[in-house]
T-cell receptor, first 114, second 114 residues
Framework: AQKVTQAQTEISVVEKEDVTLDCVYETRDTTYYLFWYKQPPSGELVFLIRRNSFDEQNEISGRYSWNFQKSTSSFNFTITASQVVDSAVYFCALSRANDYKLSFGAGTTVTVRA | DGGITQSPKYLFRKEGQNVTLSCEQNLNHDAMYWYRQDPGQGLRLIYYSQIVNDFQKGDIAEGYSVSREKKESFPLTVTSAQKNPTAFYLC?????????????FGDGTRLSIL
């Protein structure tokens, strides 16, 4: 069985602070895919990044960066110099090879205060 | 613009009533999905369909039904058998045979009991 755990329920920061969201996953598969989605107050989920289990290269994209570590089964996400527009619920998700179902974590609500 | 359209945005159900949520996509995606979102629980898969005229139950299919008569459309019916239908419902689509590709989501329908 697959499981995704986002231990942080809510994070509140002041604008320009950095925010790191934790994601820990469980799977017995050797091939799997990890995703981060953002859900702003409007409700739709917006895809942010995908990683496959063979690609542990970490990435920086603008103010966003991701840290994927297979050894600890973690796929953490950092927002640098947060802005009010970053306020949203962030979901980590996992899918396995040959299976189109996504297993979602419970989400982390990020509130950025001006 | 390509995307997923869900309607209505808000829906109210009377006891014993069936209601149908609409989901239409113009992304030419083969696979479509329905998720239910409850506070603090992330998203849970209700039904999914990989091709027209075929669909499979997800993790919480009881009390729901779907049809897939057209590639573009995947309506969800919440039946009277679903005793706790109050939730936020999200429809998604993705490329068939590409489990490493992200799912694209609609804006959601919020269902409440009158």
């Amino acid at each position: 069985a697959q499981k995704v755990t986002q231990a942080q329920t809510e994070i509140s920061v002041v604008e320009k602070e950095d925010v790191t969201l934790d994601c820990v996953y469980e799977t017995r598969d050797t091939t799997y895919y990890l995703f981060w989605y953002k859900q702003p107050p409007s409700g739709e989920l917006v895809f942010l990044i995908r990683r496959n289990s063979f690609d542990e290269q970490n990435e920086i994209s603008g103010r966003y960066s991701w840290n994927f570590q297979k050894s600890t089964s973690s796929f953490n996400f950092t927002i640098t110099a947060s802005q009010v527009v970053d306020s949203a619920v962030y979901f980590c998700a996992l899918s396995r090879a040959n299976d189109y179902k996504l297993s979602f974590g419970a989400g982390t609500t990020v509130t950025v205060r001006a | 613009d390509g995307g997923i359209t869900q309607s209505p945005k808000y829906l109210f159900r009377k006891e014993g009533q069936n209601v149908t949520l609409s989901c239409e996509q113009n992304l030419n995606h083969d696979a479509m999905y329905w998720y239910r979102q409850d506070p603090g629980q992330g998203l849970r898969l209700i039904y999914y369909s990989q091709i027209v005229n075929d669909f499979q139950k997800g993790d919480i299919a009881e009390g729901y039904s779907v049809s897939r008569e057209k590639k573009e459309s995947f309506p969800l019916t919440v039946t009277s058998a679903q005793k706790n239908p109050t939730a936020f419902y999200l429809c998604a689509s993705s490329i068939f045979g590409a489990e490493d590709q992200p799912q694209h989501f609609g804006d959601g329908t919020r269902l409440s009991i009158l």
